[in-house]
């Protein structure tokens, strides 16, 4: 198999226009009048921000035709190819917040029952987009240095534009090492300078690629645009610190030196330095949480979400993202027109375990759940009335007019929003951080419920915020609020309770949920790029 390093960079440049710039938008499946070369694509900004408007793209198609047909990458069904499918699927269907029906289709099984092993199918997808999307980094950083900027005759003008696009490369190459630093630990390294196509990439450990990501997105900061001043899904940066905050909020585990350990330094300072630049920078709250999951939430909720991937149902096609997460959801007796769609494709549900975090006694809003014909207990995967459908995501706006397409939809995914930063600053306070205040903390966590309240009744005090059920309290109200944003796996490992100590239905290949080994807390590099690459170690347990 190829090394994922050695990807062309050609692919991202026959692609001429892509959704996340309002100045970048064009069909996705227009083909270019001309093959174009580097040198001929460099010279010209306008085609550079449209080579970048493909690296932020790349998380939300998969491939260079739309909606299917030139997949980027190989071995899976290009709709199943998409990286935030692939990441949504790690880190949702492995949790106790979604199962599949799909028990017929290449992968669904194990990842349901968390009895993957190196060979999967989807273990392997997310690894290969992970580092597709780093290839593509590397090689625009390399192209805009600026050497090559003088090289290329750009004007000083522009190369101050193109700094800013080089920053934003190197913050979405530091997300996808932090993906892969949080779902596969020590793994293949390469950046701009080296060698492509001749060279196996050497293998950093986890220690080491941590070190890495945060000092990037330190040298890259200064760089990006101050926050919530760029175009809406470019990062800024707030981005940058919310992926500071979150390296630094699982430091515990990252740092650990044990599999599955939470013994790791605890950076909890950190977390509250930058959770405070991301609160202080302007962002405020939604008044409707419902609103940050409608195909208009890129402006009745933006001054919430602090990066999202975006989609269009008329420029972005993809059978990935948005189009997965909000078809799969619904069957039985929901209504597609309640989610702008033209069928369901019943797939996705919760457990109890999520539910049962809603109290009937409590009235919040943000227990989103459909429960006619379906059932609380899963006795069957495959039976999708079995566990009660997730309402979140519709292809509808906050006035309940459809998307611009039944089959594709505009809603875009919050990758990062607010609330989460919120959340982050309380844990970090009850973790015993410095420079913060329990009475900050509080007022954090009760916005948040008088929200999803719409009054001071599920309020809290700061006795709630001590000793163990403190911590159980946070975790649980992350559970509520973040349920399906593509978080639980790697809070529950943080909380020490994705292995051991607490089940769900079907973990372990068990109905009623069984322990695990605490390897399962990361994911095994695939046998393909262990055979060819022989710098690359499998991780314990595999």
């Not at 006619?372 to 706006?397: C, H, M, P, R, W």
Request: with cysteine; glycine share 8%.
């Amino acid at each position: 198999m190829k090394n994922k390093f050695s990807r062309s960079v050609a692919l991202a440049l026959v692609v001429l226009g892509l959704a996340p710039f309002s100045s970048c938008i064009n069909e996705l499946n227009q083909e270019p009048s001309y093959e174009p070369t580097v040198e001929s694509v460099y010279r010209d900004p306008a085609r550079v921000k449209e080579v970048l408007a493909r690296l932020y793209a790349t998380m939300a198609v998969s491939g260079q035709q739309g909606p299917a047909g030139q997949p980027d990458i190989a071995g899976i069904d290009e709709g199943f190819s998409n990286y935030l499918r692939q990441y949504w699927m790690a880190q949702e269907l492995t949790t106790d917040e979604a199962i599949l029906a799909w028990e017929g289709d290449p992968g669904v099984p194990e990842y349901n029952r968390l009895t993957w092993s190196p060979s999967h199918s989807f273990v392997r997808a997310m690894y290969d987009r992970i580092f597709y999307q780093i290839s593509l980094c590397n090689e625009f950083i390399r192209q805009t240095s600026d050497a090559k900027l003088s090289e290329y005759g750009i004007s000083a003008a522009e190369q101050t534009n193109f700094k800013q696009y080089r920053a934003e490369a190197r913050f979405l190459r530091a997300m996808s090492y932090y993906h892969a630093l949080d779902m596969f630990g020590n793994v293949p390294f390469a950046d701009e300078t080296s060698t492509v196509g001749t060279e196996k990439p050497r293998r950093i450990e986890r220690a080491e690629l941590f070190a890495y990501v945060e000092s990037e997105l330190k040298a890259t900061v200064a760089d990006l645009a101050p926050a919530r001043t760029n175009e809406f899904g470019r990062a800024d940066q707030a981005a940058a610190w919310m992926v500071l905050a979150k390296l630094y909020q699982n430091a515990p585990v990252y740092l650990s030196t044990t599999p599955g350990g939470t013994t790791g330094t605890n950076r909890s300072a950190e977390v509250i330095t930058y959770t405070n630049k991301i609160i202080e920078s302007g962002y405020q709250l939604s008044g409707s949480y419902a609103n940050l999951f409608r195909t208009d939430n890129s402006s009745i909720a933006r001054s919430e979400i602090i990066l999202p991937v975006r989609f269009d149902g008329v420029r972005t096609k993809t059978y990935g993202g948005m189009t997965f997460i909000i078809h799969a959801s619904v069957g039985g007796k929901m209504s597609v027109t309640d989610f702008g769609i033209d069928n369901g494709w019943g797939g996705t549900r919760t457990k109890k375990n999520l539910v049962n975090l809603f109290p009937e006694s409590q009235a919040d809003k943000r227990a989103m759940f459909f429960s006619d014909g379906q059932s609380l207990e899963i006795n069957k995967v495959a039976t999708f009335t079995d566990g009660y459908a997730v309402t979140k995501f519709k292809n509808v706006s906050s006035q309940g007019v459809a998307g611009n397409d039944k089959v594709f939809p505009d809603t875009d995914f919050p990758l990062f929003r607010l609330a989460d930063a919120y959340l982050m600053y309380v844990e970090a306070v009850v973790r015993g951080g410095s420079g913060g205040t329990t009475a900050q903390a509080v007022t954090y966590f009760n916005a948040l419920r008088q929200r999803a309240y719409g009054n001071d009744s599920g309020n809290i005090t700061a006795a709630d915020l001590t000793g163990q059920g403190g911590l159980d309290l946070v975790l649980n109200e992350r559970g509520r609020e973040l349920y399906w944003e593509g978080h639980r796996r790697t809070d529950l490992i943080r909380f020490g309770k994705y292995a051991r100590g607490y089940n769900w239905p079907f973990k372990g290949g068990v109905q009623a949920g069984t322990d695990v080994e605490l390897t399962r807390t990361l994911f095994p590099l695939p046998t393909s790029d262990l055979t060819a690459n022989p710098n690359l170690k499998q991780n314990p347990g595999y």
